[in-house]
């Protein structure tokens, strides 16, 4: 089997996809921008050969990698990143190369567009948030209207919490409008409680062989407000979620992917979207969800989620574990502008072997994530809320 892996080193834990595609007999081909000398060794270890371009976003360039490697391999059997940026690419390139294994260029707008997502919500039966795409102030003001504040706004295409705002009062709203950017964005009512996501390895029959969720209580003033970022994988999964999470994969038509599905857990009840206690979708980003997850999972679950999913493309099923479920594993970040009421030695002595990793942040992280970072595995949701609260709590 011949993968054309897109972009390999970025995340830079995305190299355990590619060890346990060659792990399973599968031939890697990297293709990126980064010099072979600084690729993970782990990475250089499981790739047959790397194609380097001077930039990803030049399709001509990555086009010429991909017939280079058909050329010289043969058949390509799969083409994937398994990242939200290059999603379109990744459409393309299958298309021209005509690989049927994964999504279409024709079939890739509805998988980013949060507009389009929403008739698919709506074809699962799932519930989510009234929306419209922002024209303006008029039309913004006849929504808030209906909806009542706050509202969200957020870019139609785009991931990560990166330029989404909630607008409070009509000063805000008129602000917004005065500085918003160019690009198409969508406005939102806004749902009071946690958001989570439903992250799940979908078979080629549109069926999971695995399915998780965390929870993250502080993305979105982690990166608009620049404070601690934490977030959590669950032990066990509400079986209302689990029913949309299914839903909505198989309204998208989802298979033989990685997915993250963003739900939003109501907090409170609010007419015509949920009751306190509901899950209601928010939307989906069809793609791992990034950064230390993927290990947080594994570490939460006792299971290998890197290697379900190259299961999942190999033999199109899960032999590695099922998830135990009997574990929580907590991500908290801390900022350097802050002073801290416990200092990191501290924190490295009451947690012990329960800290699974800890390190700075790398430099293009540091906005949405923080400086420095602590993951630790605890037992339940009280040992979640204190190792929070010992790692994020300022100095008086």
């Known amino acids: 089997m011949n993968f054309v892996y897109i972009s390999p080193q970025f995340p830079r834990t995305y190299w355990n996809f590619c060890d346990r595609l060659h792990k399973s007999g599968v031939n890697v081909l990297g293709i990126g921008d980064a010099s072979f000398d600084t690729l993970e060794e782990e990475l250089k270890d499981a790739l047959t050969e790397y194609y380097r371009v001077d930039s990803m976003e030049d399709y001509d360039q990555v086009f010429r ?11 390509i059997d799969w083409i994937e990143s398994n990242n939200e940026y290059w999603l379109a690419q990744d459409a393309q390139l299958r298309t021209d190369f005509n690989i049927r294994t994964g999504v279409q260029a024709d079939e890739v707008s509805h998988f980013r567009s949060k507009s389009e997502m929403k008739l698919y919500f709506r074809i699962a039966n799932v519930p ?38 909630k607008l409070s009062n ?15 964005y969508v406005m939102e009512e806004y749902v009071e409680g946690d958001i989570c996501s439903y992250d799940a390895i979908i078979d080629s029959n549109g069926e999971p062989l695995f399915e998780s969720k ?3 209580p502080s993305m979105q003033d982690a990166v608009n407000e620049q404070k601690e970022l934490y977030f959590y994988v669950v ?16 309204a998208f038509g989802v298979k033989s992917r990685f997915v993250h599905l963003e739900f939003c857990h109501m907090k409170k009840s609010k007419e015509g979207v949920g009751e306190e206690g509901d ?22 679950h006792a299971t290998d989620v890197y290697q379900i999913w190259a299961d999942m493309i190999t ?5 590695t574990s099922s998830p135990k479920g009997d574990q929580f594993c907590v991500f908290a970040s801390r900022r350097d502008q802050f002073t801290y009421a416990h200092s990191h030695d501290e924190i490295i002595k009451k947690y012990g072997r329960a800290i699974m990793a800890q390190e700075r942040v790398p430099e293009f992280n540091v906005h949405a994530m923080g400086n ?10 009280a040992a979640v809320v204190e190792f929070v609260d010992f790692v994020c709590s300022h100095a008086e």
């Open 235 to 250: 032990a066990g999964l509400p079986e209302q979620m689990k029913r949309y999470g299914r839903a909505a994969c198989k």
């Open 315 to 319: 033999i199109d099923t899960n032999v």
């Open 170 to 184: 009509e000063e805000e709203m008129k602000q917004f409008f005065v500085k918003k950017p160019k690009e198409l």
């Open 372 to 381: 420095q970072m602590y993951i630790a595995k605890v037992p339940d949701k």
């Open 214 to 216: 965390t929870t993250w």
């Open 65 to 75: 990698a991909v017939a280079y490697f058909s050329f010289k391999y043969g058949k």
């Open 128 to 165: 989510t948030p009234r929306q419209i795409k922002v024209t303006n102030l008029e039309a913004a003001n006849a929504f808030v209207a209906t909806v009542g504040y706050p509202v969200i706004v957020k870019p139609d295409i785009g991931r990560g919490g990166t330029d989404t705002f």
């Open 279 to 300: 899950y209601v979708i928010l939307e989906v980003n069809m793609r791992p969800a990034e950064g230390y997850l993927g290990d947080m999972t594994n570490w939460a």
